[in-house]
């Protein structure tokens, strides 16, 4: 507590908070008229008047603003006052102390402050019209795991919403010139803000034209940029259920406002945000693609793909922020973001990607029937990210093992061939069990391959808990997809593993009638043999990934099913 005497008869207390050295810089002092000998400062709450009339008193506007709004006393290392400032409302640009954005406020933060009785009631009437009933002052760095306020800040909170925060910062944050900024078309109001690693939100024009990668590299250098981690979604603070990729923002009119700019929500790579825990319990949403010129193949090569934990992680860290080089990488990047911000009754379009295959690789189609490999095309895809500038998507490339089958199509068979690469550590496994031109198995052919890789798929759930996992064939992996091809009407079909439940699997079909009516569908894995050889749908490709990789995978931008 501090104690003011008057002069008339009594004292006034205003509560005081605990001393704290001073952390602003020397010209920062100068502008708060902080003394130079100052080593410790305090803020002194608003004085309990209980109804005193201060116009009875003989007060300079100074001191009625210290007992009404209250101040901060600065001290020397002995503990001697050497200067009072007290604070009173000023207009933008106003020289004096400076606040960032309003934050949200951990309830966290919030109870322990409730807790300890540190909220007062609001004394400011511009405040309480926006609808602030209580604040607090925070010390510098008191909860720095969890706000951001290197120089303190002032918390609040709302009669309808959220607790906020305001910290104190040096360097202007708001500015007339931003108020009076006309944007271009393309233009919009962004913040930057860094999950679990809290930091002065600041604002930014981004130019929705451009990549993401393109934004960043105008406001940070590489190893800032590389610090803020991949993009988790883009959203709002006016509306908190609302998640965009970059791709989905970009197509948006909305340029924002200073009052209520986009908000681009970054991960940290390493770090688990509770937003990031609750992630890896959700499933990814399942889309169809509707089968013109024959892209069955394609349809069910970018289904593995997205249905993989690893791979799908990969892309959203690292591949979905990066500028495209060629057009397969472009088409790629397009038909992710397409297909993550599809509706769930939009059919997607392949025809575009499939052209550029096409175009580009014409020796993997079969000039009859005009179908391609899809074992093949995962092989390029593989070597156009392996070809690429970009450092991440060379290592998304080198942990991709194409196994080749080159005898029996058997686990234990095939695992010998990934022994003798040396590639039993790899993150995504991709065997390719039947050649694209072969003779087609007869049923009990097919259901016989189908049947030991679903039992193959069971062994390496069951074993994935083993100390000796590793030494066991595929037991360090986990079943991601099989894709199967029908030799007689040549198309291709999709078994993907189902994210929460490791027995169940979704068969996916473009072409429905061929399989009577059915375009897809949620069945066990037992089940797969059996409708292998009802339909003669001859595993062609298996996708398998790593459980380590898979546990060390950051979130994936997913949703609730």
């Known amino acids: 507590m501090a104690g003011l005497d008057l002069g008339i008869g009594h004292i006034i207390f205003c509560p005081l908070s605990p001393l704290h050295p001073v952390t602003v810089s020397t010209e920062t002092r100068g502008t708060l008229h902080i003394p130079p000998q100052a080593a410790l400062f305090a803020f002194a709450y608003p004085a309990t008047l209980d109804g005193m009339d201060t116009s009875r008193l003989s007060l300079d506007e100074r001191q009625v603003s210290f007992l009404k709004y209250g101040g901060y006393l600065y001290f020397t290392d002995q503990r001697d006052v050497v200067g009072v400032t007290s604070l009173f409302p000023g207009r933008l640009g106003t020289k004096g102390l400076r606040f960032g954005r309003p934050q949200t406020l951990p309830d966290k933060i919030a109870g322990i402050l409730t807790k300890h009785g540190r909220f007062q009631k609001i004394t400011l009437d511009s405040l309480a019209h926006k609808g602030a009933t209580h604040f607090a002052w925070v010390r510098p760095e008191e909860f720095g795991d969890s706000i951001a306020c290197p120089h303190g800040c002032f918390a609040y909170t709302f009669a309808r919403g959220g607790p906020k925060y305001f910290p104190v910062v040096e360097k202007p944050v708001f500015t007339q010139g931003m108020l009076e900024t006309t944007l271009a078309d393309t233009e919009a109001w ?23 990668e393109s934004n960043l590299r105008k406001e940070y250098n590489s190893s800032a940029k590389a610090a803020l981690g991949y993009l988790v979604s883009v959203g709002r603070d006016s509306d908190p259920d609302l998640s965009l990729s970059y791709k989905r923002w970009s197509g948006l009119a909305d340029k924002a406002s200073v009052v209520d700019p986009w908000v681009l929500m970054f991960e940290p790579d390493g770090v688990s945000s509770p937003a990031a825990k609750r992630s890896q319990i959700m499933t990814f949403p399942h889309h169809e693609f509707e089968n013109r010129s024959e892209t069955c193949w394609l349809s069910c090569l970018f289904q593995s793909l997205w249905h993989s934990v690893v791979f799908h992680a990969a892309f959203d860290h690292y591949l979905a922020q990066l500028e495209p080089e060629n057009r397969l990488l472009t088409e790629l990047l397009s038909t992710w973001g397409d297909y993550q911000d599809a509706s769930e009754a939009t059919l997607l379009k392949l025809s575009h990607f499939a052209e550029v295959f096409r175009s580009q690789h014409s020796q993997i189609f079969d000039g009859t029937s005009g179908c391609c490999d899809a074992s093949e095309a995962l092989a390029i895809i593989q070597e156009q990210l392996s070809a690429s500038s970009s450092a991440a998507a060379q290592e998304i490339a080198a942990g991709i093992c194409f196994v080749p089958c080159t005898g029996a199509a058997r686990p234990d068979s095939i695992w010998e061939q990934v022994k003798e690469l040396k590639r039993t550590r790899a993150n995504l496994l991709a065997i390719d069990l039947l050649d694209f031109g072969s003779v087609q198995p007869s049923q009990t052919e097919i259901q016989q391959l189908a049947q030991v890789w679903a039992d193959a798929q069971q062994k390496m759930d069951a074993q ?7 030494a066991r064939p595929f037991g360090g992996y986990r079943m991601v997809a099989i894709v199967c091809f029908k ?18 699997c979704i068969f996916f079909n473009d072409v429905p009638h061929m399989t009577d009516n059915i375009g897809k569908l949620e069945l066990p894995w037992s089940d797969v043999p059996s409708m292998c050889r009802q339909y003669s749908l001859a595993p062609k490709l298996v996708l398998l990934e790593s459980l380590s990789a898979v546990k060390n995978a950051g979130p994936c931008t997913c949703k609730r099913p």
């Open 190 to 212: 962004v913040v930057i803000r860094v999950l679990c690693r809290p930091t002065i939100e600041r604002f930014i024009i981004f130019d929705r034209t451009k990549p993401l």
């Open 464 to 470: 994935s808990g083993r100390l000796d996992a590793d």
């Open 487 to 504: 030799f007689s009407c040549p198309h291709y079909v999709i078994f993907c593993r189902r994210q929460e439940n490791p027995h169940a």
